[in-house]
């Protein structure tokens, strides 16, 4: 993988353009793109553009959204890690299983990630005299429903 060093030195352009704008307001545009479906592919780059963002961005510009554009391009057309990434083919459905049910959970390109959430799930679940504990459980297992909710309804087995 790429170190952050590296990322600047193959990028001089975008990581100097970046230094001028704000942290908080640039992690808020790299962080929605990876929300974009038709962009599943291209995640490895995005995750690396939102790590340059993080390591340059000190400014206090606002940027516009028109301006990501600028950023994403180049960097998605150009960037030597494109070749280290695998189109999406499948769905990969995890489970979770703990004392308030098995969930079904969305993978992405994490193979282990239900596991530590299922590890972090039961962790919680030991701590019940700690304040905020009902709180951390409802919220998890709402979330936890919702996901296997949408699984359910796209017929997507475990």
């Keep these: 993988m790429k170190s952050i060093s590296e990322l600047i030195a193959e990028h001089p352009a975008l990581a100097e353009g970046l230094i001028r704008y704000s942290f908080p307001e640039a992690m808020r545009l790299t962080g929605a793109i990876g929300t974009i479906p038709k962009l599943h592919a291209n995640t490895l780059r995005i995750e690396l553009l939102a790590h340059l963002a993080a390591a340059q961005c000190c400014g206090q510009i606002v940027p516009a959204a028109s301006e990501l554009n600028g950023w994403i391009g180049p960097f998605l057309e150009d960037s030597p890690v494109a070749r280290m990434e695998d189109p999406p083919g499948d769905v990969f459905i995890g489970c979770i299983n703990s004392d308030h049910g098995s969930?079904?959970?969305?993978?992405?390109?994490?193979?282990?990630?239900?596991?530590?959430?299922?590890?972090?799930?039961?962790?919680?679940s030991e701590k019940s005299e700690f304040p905020g504990f009902q709180e951390a459980i409802d919220t998890s297992l709402q979330l936890l429903r919702l996901s296997d909710a949408v699984a359910e309804r796209l017929r997507l087995a475990r």
Excluded: P
């Design 103 to 124: 969930f079904r959970v969305f993978a992405g390109i994490f193979s282990d990630g239900y596991f530590w959430v299922e590890r972090l799930l039961h962790f919680i």
